[in-house]
């Protein structure tokens, strides 16, 4: 099991908006370690979609949000398009500075 | 910006070693502004952190992993390399190189994956 905890999946129909938890502890999210976020298209590596809780790199649509709360960090998706059909990853750190990765969450379009 | 192309056997017999590289092109190995890393996903699993270094040669390793992994650089050849030894079959994934880039350490370069399969 994963340190931190998404959920397996969720859903929304086209132009919904739809959020991802990754919920963590105090000894990673919780102790201020950034968080963050990956997209993964069926066959593809992960791309880098949010940095530092909260930050797009360059070219990535002002639709994809990233937050940040205590020991959580959420994800948000407006304007839900069928592209946005992939899995989902949070990514955080540890004291030791081990990277540690939620299980993941598979997003379905309607 | 930043390419990273992985290689190495796509088949390894159980309790051997598992031995990839990296090849870094649109920048250096050496600088300062970049950790090393590799990732890897077993077949429809998630992303599992195997490690990472640092310009300087410092190691961050997985816990779990941290008996059978080696990771080092080569400068020479601007590329990095990991060896997994004693693998079974539950080794058997898509393995990912990447770069930490600044200071927020987010993986934000990716090579394309490469598939091992651990089995006689």
């Known amino acids: 099991q994963s340190v931190l905890t998404q959920p397996p999946s969720v859903s929304g129909a086209p132009g919904q908006r739809v959020t991802i938890s990754c919920t963590g502890s105090?000894?990673?999210?919780?102790?201020?370690?950034?968080v963050h976020w990956y997209q993964q298209l069926p066959g593809t590596a992960p791309k880098l979609l949010i940095y530092g809780n909260s930050n797009r790199p360059s070219g990535v649509p002002d639709r994809f949000s990233g937050s940040k709360s205590g020991t959580s960090a959420s994800l948000a998706i407006t304007g839900l398009q069928a592209e946005d059909e992939a899995d989902y990853y949070c990514?955080?750190?540890?004291?030791?500075?081990?990277?540690?990765f939620g299980g993941g969450t598979k997003l379905t379009v309607l | 910006q930043l390419q990273l192309q992985e290689s190495g056997p796509g088949l390894v017999k159980p309790s051997e070693t598992l031995s990839l590289t990296c090849t870094v092109s649109g920048g250096s190995i050496s600088s300062s502004s970049y950790y090393w890393g590799w990732i890897r996903q077993p077949p429809g699993k998630g992303l599992e952190w195997i490690g990472s270094i640092y310009y300087s040669g410092s190691t961050y390793y997985n816990p779990s992993l941290k008996s059978r992994v080696t990771i080092s650089v080569d400068t020479s050849k601007n590329q990095f390399s990991l060896k997994l030894s004693s693998v079974t079959a539950a080794d058997t994934a898509v393995y990912y190189c990447?770069?930490?880039?600044?200071?927020?350490?987010?993986?934000?370069?990716w090579g394309q994956g490469t598939l091992v399969t651990v089995s006689s």
């Open positions: 990514q955080s750190y540890d004291s030791s500075l081990s990277r540690l």
């Open positions: 990447a770069t930490e880039t600044g200071t927020t350490l987010d993986f934000d370069y």
């Open positions: 105090s000894s990673n999210i919780g102790a201020g370690y950034d």
